[in-house]
């Protein structure tokens, strides 16, 4: 597609349950970000796919969070048993192969998680 | 241990004014350094990098940004602001030319007609 997809862009769900969030890149990315941007602060990192290699883990906050990415297409990520500190907007992007920090990031609109 | 500071999370200037938004970062080398603009219901957008060439560096939509090493500033400024630079500005910057960005926590731009 023409730019980065997210689905759903909203969601409400309550406090134990499983969730799936869904990033659709540009076509032809090989390079896929996951953030998270709680109320009033800045993004925080996530995970990090990058073709075929091992993805960058680092940023997943417990072992409740966990990302899949088939291929170099769409991206996963799952939480599970949320607790309300995973309220927030989830944020995907994507870029050519090792030119993010180059050429900037393409990021989608996100998905709002509510967690009651 | 490093990081980016964005000073005042919140910014007030009357439409046709200088805009300044902050960002400051810590780091032992000049790190790549990136400032975007979220409109509401929006995703982020690129305004403008810098990536060690030209320190002064030009954006989109009249906004620019100087990357001063001896004050590990990369602060962004727009002449005269307008009503449709409402939104949320914020300043990333890449360590050591790692993938990752690292994120300040942003500044909400208001125009006063």
């Known amino acids: 597609g023409a730019g980065v997809s997210q689905s759903p862009s909203n969601k409400v769900t309550e406090k134990g349950k499983d969730v799936e969030l869904r990033c659709d890149p540009i076509?032809?990315?090989?390079?896929l970000y996951w953030y998270r941007q709680r109320l009033g602060q800045g993004l925080e990192f996530l995970i990090y796919?990058?073709?075929?290699?091992?993805?960058?883990k680092s940023g997943l906050p417990s072992d409740r969070f966990s990302a899949e990415r088939t291929g170099e297409s769409v991206s996963t990520l799952t939480i599970q048993r949320t607790q309300q500190e995973d309220s927030a907007v989830y944020l995907c992007a994507s870029s050519p192969t090792g030119t993010g920090i180059n050429y900037g990031y393409t990021f989608g609109s996100g998905t709002r998680l509510t967690v009651v | 241990a490093q990081s980016v500071t964005q000073l005042g999370s919140h910014v007030s200037v009357s439409e046709g004014a200088l805009v300044l938004l902050r960002c400051n970062y810590s780091?032992?080398?000049?790190?790549?350094l990136f400032w975007y603009v979220q409109y509401p219901n929006q995703g982020l957008q690129l305004l403008l990098k810098y990536t060690s060439a030209a320190t002064l560096v030009k954006g989109i939509n009249g906004f620019e940004a100087e990357f001063k090493k001896s004050e590990t500033s990369f602060h962004l400024t727009k002449p005269s602001a307008h009503m449709s630079d409402a939104a949320e500005y914020f300043c990333a910057v890449s360590f050591f030319g790692n993938e990752k960005l690292t994120f300040g926590t942003g500044t909400r731009l208001t125009i006063i007609p």
């Open positions: 076509s032809g990315h090989t390079a």
């Open positions: 796919f990058q073709g075929n290699s091992a993805p960058d």
């Open positions: 780091s032992s080398v000049p790190p790549y």
